[in-house]
Each structure stands twice: as structure tokens, then as C-alpha cells.
């Protein structure tokens, strides 16, 4: 018995390269089946499944006279930093975002600030003076209208005359005035589909190697010799539809 | 119409006891439309039914002359229902048993209730003897039951012959089942009475049913199928 | 019901590569024992259907296309195929050599091809106790002496011990293996069981493969479509 053991031992071990490609090459339907299926999977939740988001940018410049203070340039730009960085947190704020909620007819009354907000997002490069906001929106107009509304409300609030707030008062313009977005920014079609292909080839790649592994039939002669520990004589035809064959 | 499968020989089997009734049944045969009849005493060893062909022959041949006389115009000719067994084939060479009329044509049965011997080997047998086999009443063998089991035999050279009996629900529902299938796949060659006595006298009956049922050419072809004296 | 054909391709397509896969058969047999030249070889496997009844009366027909006396032994007499592969009846055989004492040249059928067979006949009750006898051992070495080469077609190892009991008295065992069907298991213990009986296993056959797809004895395998339309 031990003799046995050794020799399926031996014959575990090492697949040669040839092998493998020549298992991939045998379950090439399979393969490309399994690829196929999830490709579809992957386009039709990218096509039917997922709603396209829009996303209108808009941006505002920050402008104050570098006469008001006194001092240098840089002491010029700390407070420009400092403008930007109050702005960015002001814009979402609950007064701010109540304003655009309250403008906006499209939007309801209890429209969720807290989703509004995640559908904002604002970046500014340091040194550079200007802020830029994107708002994403299934609807394409409903995106730009927030995106002004919410540039224009949030100047207004700051600039309003009694109730303003003097830090940011006069100091915001508006540079690009959102347009209606006329692509979705996503979901990314292409990426979505390579990603897919990608997967189903993995996923059948794994299922044939896990059915490999499994296989419990002799594949070659070579096999035969090895696990059996015999010679192998000759290779030959056989009539493979021998039994209950009807035409 | 050709009626290939009767128990009119008298006294040799279970079907007509004498002569009477054999002139009785070939009356009412004649009454259905039958011309030509084939006269099939059982060949079956289990059952007792024993009679040597060159015994059946003088009675068959008494059989003719009294028909003859009654003037009934009607062909007979001399056969067996043969059930196989492993001495079948040297009876046939020995002449114990016929054929159909002196043909190739060898009408063989099966028991009806369990397989004991492997019906393709019996075929194979018989083929490659230079036989024809024609199977008997296969629908009424309860181990076959596929329409794939009678594409073989046929294309193993053998022929099939069912019942008329089958056709009007003498056999059951299950068996006037199976030969509309067959005959519709075109797996039926001919069409028989087996009659032993007046309790089925259903020849006719069997033909009217088909000809309803699918045509009158396909009707003809199986009553009526003149490849029996080829 | 049980329908089987065998196709053999060294008599009906003698130029064909599949034909000159088995002409490397015959060649590597007597390849591997130039001393002591082998004349009784027989085809055996694990499981049934794995292509050893093919193998064997293929391997015949090469020999008897070199010209040499050839017979083959049908010793599967629980299933016996060979009448199939060659269209005879299986009428005489083995029994009547066994039961009925008859001398076993009037029970050689001598088949067109110029390969004489040895059928079953009918069932014997005890296969592996009538291949074990005196009897039948001394008549296939009195075969061997009157033949060039004896092919012995035996069922699956792992059925019954026929093929090892006849193993014990042939000169050389082949063992089948069908590509993409043998469980290796299953061919494992089978080997082993003949290697265990001290069987002389010269080598094994991988059956079932597409001759035209291969590379070499080493290149890997399709299936073989070897169609009846062919």
C-alpha cells in the first residue's frame, strides 16, 4: 500500500505549463460562457440597473482688497486661506442648505439636508483662489440648479446687510455659473464592462481549475502511465457511442 | 385486407377447437374485409403447444379443402407464432417450426410478463440467420416501453406487428396508448388480429380506428401490407 | 433492452488512421517480448464499456490482415458481444464444448474476414468455475499450438473474477482504459487485482481518443468522433 501512496504523490505534484494551457484550451466553451454571462450581468446592471448620476460644477473666486490690510502678500493669503476654508464648511451649512431646499421647487420640503450635503463636493487647490463646487443629481438640471442656487444663496446669506457675516461678505464672486450637465459622470459604462469581463474570466478560470481538480478520468496517457504505473501500448479509437444508439 | 396473425388452425392450440369454428372464424374474417389470411398456430413450449409444422400441415391442408368446398374465396397460407427460445433457431433449420408461408418472415413472440430473453440478442440471432423477424403484439410486453426500444428493433431488422385489438382498447388503456404513438413515429409494419375465437373479432374495428385516427393510406399499410409476400 | 454496434475499422477502413492505431497495438505486443513470442492475449478493463471488446476484435483483424491464423475467444459468457461485432448467431459455443462434449472445431465459425471466433453458444450456469477447469484451459493451449494468435475477450475486472481467472492461463494481458470515462480509481484497483494475481499485464490502452487530433503516444486527446455516417 505504501508503494501506492508514493506514486500519488509523485503524481500530484507538478502540473507542467502545457498541462494548464492545454486544460484552459479543453474548457474553452466554458470558459467563454461563464465570461459571456457575467459581461451581461455587468451590462445590464450598468445600463438598466444603475441610475446615471449628473454632476454640474460651478466656482467661485475669492477677491478682497489686498488694501485692507496692511501687511504683506502673505499675511494676504493666510487670510485668503482662512476665507476659503469658512466658506467650505459654510456652504453646508443646515441655514444655507435649508435656503436651497426652500428655492428650489423640484426639491421637497423634507428633502434630506444630510443627503443634499453628500451631494456636494468642494475642492480648492492651496494657493489658488478659487473654489470649486460639484453637485451630483440624477437629473442633470436639477444638478446645476442646486449648484447655483447654492452659489448664489450662500453669497447672498454672507452678503446680506444685516444679518451677514462679515468675514465673507463681498469677498465671494461667481466665476463659472453651472451648466446643465449634458453626460452622466456615472456610473463609468466602459470601466464597468472590462471590470465585468475581467471577473467572469476570473470566475471561470476558478471553476475550471476547481473542476480539474475534481477530475477523476484519465485525460492523457501520460496520466494513465503515471498513476497506474504502467505502459502505455497504444492509443486508440474506439466506437464511443457503442450502446443504445438510435438514429 | 391481410390478416398475418391467427389461432384459426384447429386443435393444436388455445385458439379454434375444430374445424367448425375455423370455418366459422375464416367466415366472419371474409365478413371484415380479409382475403388473405395467415394462420399462426402458437409454437410454445411452456404452454404445451407443441405441434410439429409437418402435423400442421395436414391439417392446414384439410383446413383448405373445406374452405374450398364452402366456397369461401379466400387465400390461406401456413405459418407459426413462434415463441423464441434458445432451440428456435435449429428448429427452423430442421423445419420444425415455419415461417410465414416459406418466406424469410418468422413471427416470434415474447412472454408478456417478464424479459427472460434478451430481445435483441433474438433478433440478432434470427438476422443473422437470414430471418426476418416479425415481433409479435409488442405493445403488450410490459419491459418495453420506449419508442427509443422499437427504433432499435427495427433497426436491428426485425418488423413489428401489434394487435388491431390494441387499437379499440381490448389490451388496456396503456397499450392503445403506445401503438398510436408507434404508428404515428412510424414505427408500426403491420397490423394483425391474433384472433383465437369469437371474442375480439376486432380486425376491422382496428382498421376503421386507424384510418380516423391518422389516414387511410397509413390504415392500408398496415393491414394490407403486401411486403409479407415478398 | 440492450443494443450495442462495434465498428471495426482495420476491416471496414483499412487506410485510416484509426486502422493504423491498432497496427501500433499489434506492433508494441510483439515489441515487448521479443524472447518469448506472446500468441494468447487477452483484453481486459475495470469497468464495462471502457472498449475492450473493440480493442479485441480489432487487434484480430490486424493480425489477420498480416496473414496470420487468428481466433477469438468470446469469454465474457455472462455478456457476450462478439456474435454482435461480427452479425452470428449465437447458437453453438462454448456450452456445447463444455456441456455437450462436442469438439470444439465443429463449433469455430469461420468468419469472411479470415478471423475465426469462438461464441458463447448458450448460458452457462458457472463462468468462473468453467474457466478455471482443466478442460477449457487445455483446449485454449491446444488453440494457441493451432493458431498464430489467440485474442481472448474477457469482462471487467471489477464485475467478476473471470478475467482474472483466465488471466492466469493466457500469455499476456492488455488492460483498457477509456479516455475521459475510466475512473482512475476504479482502473487502480483493477490493475492491481491483476498485478495481484500475478497476471503478466504488458501494457495498457487508452481508448475512445481522436487519432486525428493527437501528437504522438505522449500528445493529449479528444474524443474520437467516429461517426456511422463515415
Redesign the interface.
Known sequence: MNELNQQQVVEEEGMTLQELFHIVWLNRALIFLVTLWVAVLGIVYTYVIVTPQYTAETSLIVQFDIGDTSNSEYYALNIAQNLIATYKEFVVTNLVLNSVVDDIEALPADYSLGALSNSISISTTSGVLIIWIRVENKSPELAAEIANTLVSNSIAIANDEENGYMLLQNKLKVLDVAEVPVSPSSPNKLLNIVISVLLGGILALGIVFVKELFNNKFQSSSEMEKYLNIKVIAAVPGTTRERKQVE | MIDIHTHILPYVDDGSPDLETSLELIKSELEQGVTEIFVTPHYYRFRGFMSTFSDNEKIFANLVDIVKSAGLRVNLYLGNEIFYD?NT??MLKEAQVATMARSKYVLVEFSTMYEDE????AI??????GYIPIIAHPERYPY?NKI??Y???R??GAKIQINSGSLTGYYGKSAKKMVNKLIKEGLVDFAASDIHDFRHGDFLSGYKAVEKNFSKEVADKLFNNKDIFK | MEFFQYRNVVIETPNSPEAEAYRKLELNIRMSDLDKPLHIIQSTSATAQDGKTTIAINLAAVYAEKGKKVIILDFDLRRPKIQRAFHKSNDVGLYDFVVNDKDVHDLIIHDESGIDLLLTGQKLSYPHIVLQSNKVIEMVHQLGKEYDYVVVDTPPVLSVTDALVVSKFVDAVIFVVAYNQTKKENARIGLEQLRQNNANVIGGVLANIDVRKTQGTYGYYYYSHYDEKE
Not at chain 2, 118 to 121: A, G, K, S
Not at chain 2, 124 to 129: D, F, P, Q, V
Open positions: 434458445k433457431l435449429r434478451d430481445l435483441c440478442e440478432n440471432n434470427l438476422t443473422a440467420k418495453i427509443d426500444d427504433k432499435i428493433m433497426k436491428m
